[in-house]
């Protein structure tokens, strides 16, 4: 398949008809690589978001945390309808570790609150290059802390505290959850890790089906860790990679969600398979016909969405 073109690999690929618009759409606009972080940010910032009609919460709020260096990140805090306490869900935003904000899954967040009655806390860690590993990690480990000791204040179930994220934010679930067990920290009921990235070696075979036009390029993600990382050795950091744990016995139940076409496929499967060989209840679903970044894109992947969340729910309800 690898020496075909990409018109070619694109038309052979299983995809459903939303991600081939989107494909299409992606595969129009130009690489980022060469441009900086803060430019980008800002074009993204400078394009409307679209408005949705979702269903009512009983809040949001955004609120200022304290994180290591006297500095603050907010966190945004999606309450359900009803009597509570709620389980908890504690949120990373993916975008590579370099870009994304809370707007970045805010309707996933907020279908997340209302479909599985849970309280959704949404992480704005600070992000790379200006701010290298490990920053983006202690404060997204900062902000499980602060969730648990304000469980009862949130009106939410400490006992039941889950972390979940995408892509970069599936990594930094899966770090936090390693660096919890660790340092004896607050009990996670179980890790969401939905197409995370577990290592930074871009050398699986989904990497060769996928690495151009499939919505994440390999060199992209290359940009992405170069950015995220402070030298070589980090590439194998455990809280960066953490396919490289020499240790995952006593981690969460772990729900691993892959998308079919994304050259983060095999890592995330790897992963699920190595928690499994630790002996961690691992459940596995593979978003067929798919690609990355869907669950953080409402307007053109709304319905795959719910049905994701669907799948969460099952998960949760199954762990509380």
């Given at each position: 398949m690898s020496s075909l073109s990409l018109e070619e690999k694109l038309a052979a690929a299983n995809l459903v008809p939303q991600a081939r618009v989107y494909l299409e759409l992606m595969?129009?606009?130009?690489?980022?690589?060469?441009?900086?972080?803060?430019?980008?940010?800002?074009?993204l910032q400078s394009i409307p978001k679209p408005q949705f009609e979702l269903p009512?919460?009983?809040?949001?709020e955004d609120?200022?945390?304290?994180?290591?260096?006297?500095?603050q990140i907010t966190v945004r805090i999606y309450t359900p309808e009803g009597e509570g306490p709620f389980p908890l869900v504690?949120?990373?935003?993916?975008?590579?570790?370099?870009?994304?904000?809370?707007?970045?899954?805010?309707?996933?967040?907020?279908?997340?609150?209302?479909?599985?009655?849970?309280?959704?806390?949404?992480?704005?860690?600070?992000?790379?290059?200006?701010y290298k590993f490990p920053t983006p990690?202690?404060?997204?480990?900062?902000?499980?802390?602060?969730?648990?000791?304000?469980?009862?204040?949130?009106?939410?179930s400490v006992s039941k505290m889950f972390v979940a994220?995408?892509?970069?934010?599936?990594?930094?679930s899966a770090a936090v959850s390693?660096?919890?067990?660790?340092?004896?920290?607050?009990?996670?009921?179980?890790?969401?890790?939905?197409?995370?990235?577990?290592?930074?070696d871009y050398n699986t075979e989904s990497y060769q089906l996928f690495e151009n036009g499939f919505g994440l390029d390999k060199d992209l993600m290359i940009w992405f860790g170069n950015h995220y990382i402070r030298n070589e050795e980090d590439t194998k950091a455990p809280y960066i990679a953490p396919l490289y744990a020499n240790d995952?016995?006593?981690?969460?139940?772990?729900?691993?969600?892959?998308?079919?076409?994304?050259?983060?496929?095999?890592?995330?499967?790897?992963?699920?398979?190595?928690?499994?060989?630790?002996?961690?209840?691992?459940?596995?679903?593979?978003?067929?016909?798919?690609?990355?970044?869907?669950f953080t894109n409402y307007a053109m992947f709304g319905e795959n969405i719910e049905n994701t969340i669907t799948a969460i729910n099952r998960f949760i309800k199954s762990k509380i």
């Amino acid at each position: 398949m690898s020496s075909l073109s990409l018109e070619e690999k694109l038309a052979a690929a299983n995809l459903v008809p939303q991600a081939r618009v989107y494909l299409e759409l992606m595969n129009q606009q130009p690489s980022i690589v060469n441009l900086e972080p803060h430019v980008i940010r800002e074009a993204l910032q400078s394009i409307p978001k679209p408005q949705f009609e979702l269903p009512a919460l009983k809040s949001i709020e955004d609120k200022k945390i304290n994180v290591k260096g006297n500095e603050q990140i907010t966190v945004r805090i999606y309450t359900p309808e009803g009597e509570g306490p709620f389980p908890l869900v504690v949120y990373y935003h993916g975008g590579g570790w370099v870009i994304g904000d809370l707007e970045t899954a805010n309707e996933s967040c907020h279908l997340l609150a209302h479909n599985a009655q849970v309280i959704v806390v949404s992480v704005d860690y600070r992000l790379s290059p200006e701010y290298k590993f490990p920053t983006p990690f202690n404060d997204s480990y900062t902000a499980l802390q602060w969730v648990a000791e304000n469980a009862v204040e949130l009106n939410g179930s400490v006992s039941k505290m889950f972390v979940a994220g995408d892509s970069a934010g599936g990594n930094l679930s899966a770090a936090v959850s390693l660096r919890s067990k660790q340092e004896n920290g607050p009990a996670i009921a179980g890790q969401i890790l939905i197409y995370p990235v577990t290592a930074l070696d871009y050398n699986t075979e989904s990497y060769q089906l996928f690495e151009n036009g499939f919505g994440l390029d390999k060199d992209l993600m290359i940009w992405f860790g170069n950015h995220y990382i402070r030298n070589e050795e980090d590439t194998k950091a455990p809280y960066i990679a953490p396919l490289y744990a020499n240790d995952l016995t006593g981690l969460p139940p772990a729900f691993v969600i892959a998308v079919e076409n994304d050259v983060l496929r095999d890592e995330g499967q790897a992963y699920a398979k190595k928690l499994e060989n630790a002996g961690i209840k691992v459940e596995e679903r593979l978003e067929e016909g798919l690609v990355h970044g869907y669950f953080t894109n409402y307007a053109m992947f709304g319905e795959n969405i719910e049905n994701t969340i669907t799948a969460i729910n099952r998960f949760i309800k199954s762990k509380i």
